[in-house]
C-alpha cells in the first residue's frame, strides 16, 4: 500500500500529559502531518484500544492513516490502518498474515543487517533511526548522525528499491533538513511536533522544512 511519510507524527501519552491524544494528531494533521502513530509502551491493552479508537475518530475525513507501535492486536482491535515494529516486536511477516494485504506496515531500520528480513517482508515503508540523539526514545547505541543516516539509506536503496525510508530521532524544523539532503524520505517526530502547546503551528514548520528541503534535493538531482 501506498503511503506518504513526509511528516510522521508520533503521538505518547508520556508527551501528552493529560491532553487529549486525540485533539493532538488532529492538530498536527491540520498543520500538515501526513501519517500517525500511536506509542504507548506503559498502557494496558485495553487502554490503548480506547486512545486508539478515540485518535482514529478524531482523523476521520482526513484520509491520514494511523498506525499503532509494537501492537498487532491493539491495531485489529481498534481498526487501525497498520503498525510499525522493531527487531524485537513480531516478524514482519507473520504481522502480514494477521493483518493482511490492505494493512501499512513499517519497521525501524538501525542497521545493515536487518535490510535482507526487511526486503524479504511486505512492509510499506521503513525508518531508519536513531539519527539524533532524543530524550522520548530509548535507542540502543550511538546516534547515527547525518553521515551514519545517509550511508544506511543508500545501502537501503540498495536493497528496497524505491520502498520510503524516513529518518526518525531528535528531529527538528531546524535539522530536518539535513536528514532529507541525507536521502530520507520523510522524517517521523515525537518531542518537535508534541511537546509544545501549539501541535498545529509546529506541524507547518516542518512540513515548511521538510518540503523546502525534498525541493531543494530534487533540483540539485535534475
Known amino acids: 500500500m501506498s503511503v506518504d511519510i513526509t511528516l510522521y507524527g ?12 486525540a485533539d493532538m494528531a488532529r492538530a498536527a494533521v491540520e ?40 501492537r498487532v492486536d491493539v491495531a485489529l482491535a481498534s481498526g487501525a490502518d497498520g503498525v510499525h515494529l522493531g ?15 490492505r494493512a501499512i506496515i513499517g519497521a525501524t531500520l538501525k542497521h545493515e543487517s536487518e535490510l535482507p528480513e526487511l526486503a524479504s517482508a511486505k512492509i510499506d515503508y521503513a525508518c531508519i533511526g536513531g539519527v539524533f540523539a532524543t530524550t ?10 547525518v553521515d551514519g543516516l545517509k550511508a544506511l539509506r543508500q ?19 531546524a535539522n530536518a ?23 498545529r503551528e509546529a506541524a ?4 515548511l522544512a521538510i518540503e523546502t ?3 531543494e534535493r530534487g533540483a540539485a538531482s535534475a
Open 136 to 145: 522520548h526514545k530509548d535507542n540502543a547505541g550511538a546516534a547515527l548522525g
Open 31 to 70: 498543520g500538515g502531518a501526513t501519517l500517525i502513530q500511536l506509542r504507548a509502551k506503559t498502557e494496558t491493552t485495553r487502554e490503548m484500544v480506547r486512545e486508539a479508537r478515540a485518535i482514529r475518530s478524531a482523523l476521520h475525513g482526513t484520509n491520514v492513516p494511523l498506525l499503532i507501535n509494537d
Open 204 to 207: 507547518r514548520d516542518l512540513r
Open 87 to 101: 527487531a524485537d516486536d513480531m516478524k514482519l511477516v507473520d504481522a502480514r498474515r494477521l493483518l493482511g494485504p
Open 10 to 21: 508520533i503521538v505518547d501519552p508520556q508527551i501528552a500529559k493529560g491532553r487529549s491524544m
Open 155 to 173: 545501502a537501503a536503496a540498495r536493497v528496497l528499491g524505491a520502498l520510503p525510508v524516513g529518518a526518525i530521532a531528535g528531529i527538528t524544523a
Open 177 to 199: 533538513g539535513s536528514v532529507i539532503a541525507a536521502g530520507a524520505d520523510g522524517v517521523a517526530v515525537i518531542g518537535a511536533l508534541f511537546a509544545g502547546d501549539d501541535v
Open 213 to 215: 528541503a525534498l525541493s
